[in-house]
């Protein structure tokens, strides 16, 4: 019967996983890939075709090597480096933040309990917004899926008996993500450090006792994964490995501060989904931002109880390890120079699951119709009623909203006007480079350049040396007349004269030359 029992509920949830795919799917395709995504799968080809250790490239400051990459070339499997492996790729990353925050929300409770617990943390994460919030949470790799290895290792700490393989574990994983994100030290590594030493010192008893302590284990298993993320990275670039430039992290002026704190709780709100910039839907649309807002304060009220439990040293301790987590990255936000417009919200995408997590252990069980007056129990099964009805209204959202499709690719138009003239290979705008190769098929390549006072170069960043190779015949260059920082017409007339054609189409310019563009072009990175 125990067994019967266990393969309906796998089968429930395997059933569960594909549906949650697909409708992620079709957010994905809401959004057209950028080149940020395209350079990560043209990386993932590499990887995997000749290039292990991705030798040449310069990638951005966020590597995503052992993580993001590796999903991709899986998935390059089946689809090769295209438009449709990016999207697939975000699909199947949000649902395992679903299914991984539900299981660390259930953690050891059992029975009516633990469906409680995984109905509200699900409850929050079901449905991502449209607009921003799909541009956040379903597009190229943005420290969404670095959640994943955090998950993990949070599941590790509740669910692992306390062993010596336990930090072991939660070592490897969070090293293992720091190392794609250096993201998860800040809100992982840190937090994990911080919590479990507070709580060895707690401990009664001997010094030694404390030492020897699981939460002393733990501690030093998050400095421990520190070091082996730089250690991986220090490796691979010591053997002729990628290199990644210093994440662009400053402490901002404190006058900027409060500013930066609204600009963050508008983040948060994109996160959550109550705040939908520039996106106006019909009413039921409308209704849907409002049950997100029901989840928004829930969790915010169970991440508050967990802090000040925290405080009094009376905290479950993942729970506790992930409040501070979420303090930390929200923290990290408002004092850096990071939180510059709503797209940084990816910077704190984190703090959405593990803040569901919390709201459906703290909330979960409170929503249990315990033995006592029967108005009592009547409130308690209202409030389930509730749970379930709101539940079925995000469901039934995520099966009969189907957004629109977008053009496959920014800058598409461009693609196909290259592609229709044969036009094989050229320099172009970061935003109009790398995704212009994957949406073609490599059909035509571009590779990235950035202006240089009277001049365009070769762009430090998503690129790899010999794309300026002058053995590649180079008769085009792309401009995004909106952002003269990645370059100008004028720039490029300056270095190759006039061009023998131009097209423009909006915000983008083309300039043909009948000279390899590349013969004579600055040294790359």
């Known amino acids: 019967m125990v067994l019967k029992t266990r393969l309906l509920i796998g089968s429930g949830i395997a059933v569960a996983a594909v549906g949650l795919f697909f409708a992620y799917l079709r957010m994905a395709y809401a959004f057209p890939i950028n080149s940020d995504g395209a350079s990560n799968a043209l990386q993932a080809w590499d990887m995997f075709h000749g290039n292990p250790l991705l030798s040449g490239w310069t990638l951005s400051d966020v590597a995503f090597y052992p993580t993001e990459l590796i999903q991709y070339a899986i998935v390059q499997v089946f689809t090769g480096p295209t438009v449709d492996q990016i999207h697939i790729a975000a699909a199947i990353t949000y649902t395992m933040i679903v299914l991984l925050a539900a299981a660390l929300a259930k953690g050891r409770a059992t029975g009516l309990q633990a469906w409680l617990r995984v109905g509200v943390t699900v409850a929050i994460l079901l449905c991502p917004v449209p607009g921003t919030g799909y541009q956040t949470l379903l597009s190229s790799p943005n420290h969404t899926g670095s959640a994943v290895p955090l998950l993990l290792a949070w599941g590790a700490i509740d669910r692992m008996r306390d062993t010596k393989a336990k930090p072991v574990v939660v070592a490897l994983l969070l090293g293992w993500g720091a ?16 919590v479990c030493l507070v709580r060895a010192l707690r401990l009664p008893g001997s010094l030694r006792s404390r030492l020897t302590s699981m939460d002393f284990q733990l501690a030093v298993a998050g400095g421990m994964s520190v070091a082996l993320s730089h250690l991986a990275t220090w490796a691979l670039h010591a053997i002729g490995g990628y290199h990644t430039p ?45 049950l997100h807002l029901i989840g928004f304060v829930v969790a915010l009220v169970a991440v508050a109880i967990v802090l000040l439990r925290t405080l009094r040293g009376t905290a479950d301790r993942v729970e506790s390890i992930m409040a501070i987590a979420i303090c930390c990255d929200i923290g990290a936000e408002i004092v850096s120079t990071l939180p510059v417009d709503l797209m940084a919200a990816r910077e704190i995408s984190p703090v959405l699951p593990m803040a569901a997590v919390i709201a459906g252990r703290v909330v979960g069980p409170r929503l249990m119709a315990a033995d006592g007056p029967t108005g009592r129990r009547f409130t308690a099964r209202w409030r389930q009623g509730v749970l379930a009805g709101v539940l079925a209204l995000l469901t039934l959202n995520l ?23 044969g036009l094989t290979y050229g320099l172009g705008a970061y935003w109009v480079s790398n995704n212009i190769t994957v949406t073609t098929h490599r059909k035509v390549t571009v590779a990235p350049v950035i202006g240089d ?23 085009f260059i792309v401009f995004e007349k909106d952002r003269p920082f990645y370059g100008t017409p004028a720039q490029a007339m300056r270095m190759w004269g006039s061009p023998k054609q131009r097209f423009d189409s909006g915000r983008y310019a083309v300039l043909v030359y009948d000279v390899n563009l590349l013969a004579g072009f600055p040294p790359p990175c």
């Open 179 to 194: 190392w794609g994100d250096p993201l998860v030290t800040f809100v992982g590594a840190v937090p994990l450090a911080l």
């Open 246 to 290: 210093k994440p662009p992290i400053e402490l901002s002026p404190w006058d900027e501060w409060f500013g930066r704190a609204h600009m963050t709780a508008r983040m948060l709100g994109v996160l959550f989904g109550t705040h939908r910039p520039g996106w106006q839907g019909k009413w039921v649309q409308q209704g849907v931002s409002y």
């Open 399 to 421: 099966v009969a909203y189907s957004p629109p499709r977008a053009q496959a690719s920014e800058g598409q138009e461009v693609a196909d006007w290259l592609q229709a003239r």
């Open 453 to 475: 006072h009277d001049r365009v170069i070769p762009m430090c960043w998503q690129s790899k040396t010999d794309m300026y190779d002058a053995a590649h015949d180079a008769r």
